[in-house]
């Protein structure tokens, strides 16, 4: 690339070429790069940058949960992912200890692993929960998209966008090597860029923020707990001391599991009122990782310390024309529940086919809308989520008597929970009804499954109001086929059985499917002709007794909602977009009705 000695924005040599491309992705974490997995799916490429000069370098994000991985499934990386992921076994248990390797005050089942929840999981996806770093999910996903059409630029600052007549982008950016500054011409900018995003900094997308819940910092450490967790199974300890002091800087913490048992994130959270200036000394902080470990015997090694703050915040909008912001860019909150890199995976999903629709002229560009009318409001939903989660938590704290500044105090209400007392009784009982509510965090199968869409790219007409979420939507799965609502997921197999494979294996793969039963043959040729004449592909499948697939647990005729003859429309993001109660009279018209609606046509 040819080079001018015009000085560049940060004192760099400028090039004076300009790069073409159609998608430019600013991020290569979560969000970005499964952007750029998804797009690719679609047969798009692009250009993907990163200011950092690698995939992350510390485990950050680590659950997996069902509604991400059924993503990845689309696009062939669930089983690349589960090679890389932490056996199940291992995300048994959620504990609260005075230490490792110390006494247990309470645990509780997690991730789908409480047999009287393990139903209520099966019965939502093919897919499990699993435990896989973000520093060994990344590289995953960064190597699908370059191997598939998507050229990744690390250690590369994107400084600033204008906006062309022709309504191209023209992006400029920093090459943190060589110091040359260079431009990149595109049709779409995606900010995949974090929270600190540049891309919505310059948009001047408004963010709704409430007050944060203050500072925690992450203690990467090299010990050996193998041993201490045997019989203390799962990737999530809380470590307090009630009956002690500890230093501000480390109130209470949470053990997570990084590589079992050798590698442990030590997330320490402050005392609340201790503020959020700390400046501990290596020495503090290694005797702060020994009394967590609680047995002077292990040896322990700090790999890396950093801080970050409990953040409550969601854009107000996710959109601005052509430039689109998605990730932790627009939401930012707590590790609890497991949904920021999930939430960022599916944010991609839902925009990467209806770039991929627009860009080849299957629909109209007002298809483009509906990504910040669906996601917005999963991403204020998910924030609020992960911040009540935490607030959860204070009742736990309180039980074990963490919370009153007096030391005597917090001994008296400790040793409470040894008495043979009514305070005792009460103590005990609040523990295990506040240990029991931490289940909206490590049980939430409804936070994570139960997003309704509502837009233009959902087709409503012909429904009544939507049926109410169940009493408590954190922890209850709403299965239903009412148009916005995820496909439901039911075991389906062959006349002749092989293995089975899920409705969501059937849908997806960048096409719309429809779903149809016994008499509804009209629905699979309407649909075929259909795609044929608005040119987008439509795979129709007819499920039950004899026909292309068997419901050989009934379960698709329990979750569909339908009559047999009827059919549920599906879109790419296997989200139902429409769907008819039973066999109409003019199926193709009503078919090509929808369709042109939903794509805008």
Not at 92 to 98: E, N, S, V
Not at 155 to 183: C, G, H, M, P
Not at 233 to 258: Q, T, Y
Not at 576 to 597: C, E, G, Y
């Amino acid at each position: 690339m040819a080079q001018a000695t015009v000085n560049g924005n940060r004192g760099g040599a400028f090039a004076a070429t300009i790069v073409e491309t159609d998608l430019l992705i600013i991020g290569a974490g979560p969000a970005g790069a499964g952007l750029a997995c998804f797009l690719a799916q679609h047969g798009l490429k692009g250009i993907m940058v990163a200011s950092t000069p690698s995939t992350a370098d510390t485990p950050r994000a680590h659950i997996t949960n069902m509604a991400a991985m059924e993503c990845l499934r689309d696009i062939g990386l669930q089983e690349e992912c589960m090679k890389v992921a932490v056996e199940r076994n291992s995300m048994q248990h959620t504990r609260w200890c005075r230490s490792m390797a110390g006494e247990e005050f309470a645990r509780i089942y997690s991730w789908g692993n409480d047999p009287a929840r393990a139903g209520a999981y099966d019965a939502a996806s093919p897919c499990k929960h699993t435990d896989i770093p973000q520093t060994l999910l990344e590289p995953i996903l960064v190597g699908h998209a370059t191997h598939n059409g998507f050229s990744c630029r690390f250690d590369t600052s994107f400084l600033s966008f204008e906006r062309e007549a022709n309504d191209t982008i023209l992006s400029t950016l920093q090459d943190n090597l060589t110091k040359t500054v260079y431009q990149i011409r595109s049709k779409y900018m995606f900010g995949c860029d974090g929270a600190r995003s540049q891309v919505l900094r310059q948009l001047k997308i408004p963010l709704i923020k409430k007050p944060g819940q203050g500072l925690a910092i992450n203690v990467l450490v090299k010990v050996d707990l193998s041993h201490v967790v045997e019989n203390r199974m799962g990737n999530l300890h809380w470590v307090m001391k009630p009956d002690e002091d500890s230093p501000a800087f480390n109130w209470s913490c949470i053990a997570r599991m990084v590589k079992p048992w050798k590698e442990w994130m030590f997330i320490l959270f402050p005392h609340p009122e201790a503020g959020t200036d700390f400046s501990p000394s290596h020495e503090d902080y290694l005797k702060c990782v020994k009394s967590i470990v609680g047995d002077d015997s292990i040896p322990v090694e700090i790999l890396s310390i950093s801080k970050w703050f409990i953040n409550e915040i969601v854009a107000e909008y996710y959109s601005d024309g052509n430039i689109f912001c998605l990730g932790d860019a627009v939401h930012r909150h707590p590790p609890i529940n497991g949904l920021g890199s999930n939430t960022c995976i599916q944010d991609a999903y839902n925009l990467a086919w209806k770039i991929a629709y627009v860009m080849k002229g299957k629909s109209g560009p007002g298809l483009l809308d509906s990504f910040n009318l669906e996601r917005q409001p999963v991403g204020a939903t998910i924030v609020t989520r992960a911040n009540d989660g935490l607030r959860d938590h204070v009742p736990v704290w309180e039980a074990l008597g963490m919370l009153d500044p007096s030391l005597k105090v917090r001994q008296k209400h400790f040793a409470e929970l040894s008495d043979a007392t009514p305070e005792g009784v009460a103590r005990r009982q609040r523990l295990q009804k506040a240990v029991n509510n931490t289940a909206h965090e490590f049980h939430g199968v409804g936070v994570e499954m139960n997003q309704r869409y509502t837009s233009s790219a959902i087709y409503v007409a012909d429904e009544g109001p939507r049926p109410p979420l169940p009493d408590d939507p954190v922890l209850e799965h709403q299965i239903t086929t009412y148009p916005g609502s995820r496909l439901p997921h039911a075991w389906l197999n062959t006349k002749m059985p092989g293995k089975k494979f899920s409705t969501i294996d059937l849908a997806g793969h960048g096409a719309f499917c429809l779903f149809t039963g016994i008499g509804g043959s009209a629905w699979k040729e309407s649909a075929n002709n259909v795609g044929k004449e608005i040119g987008i592909d439509i795979n129709a499948y007819s499920i039950g007794w004899g026909q292309d697939y068997e419901d050989v647990y009934f379960d698709w005729a329990r979750r569909r909602e339908i009559a047999e003859d009827g059919c549920v429309l599906v879109r790419p993001d296997r989200f139902v977009v429409w769907r008819s109660q039973s066999m109409i009279d003019d199926p193709k018209a009503k078919l090509l009705r929808v369709l042109k609606s939903v794509l805008s046509l």
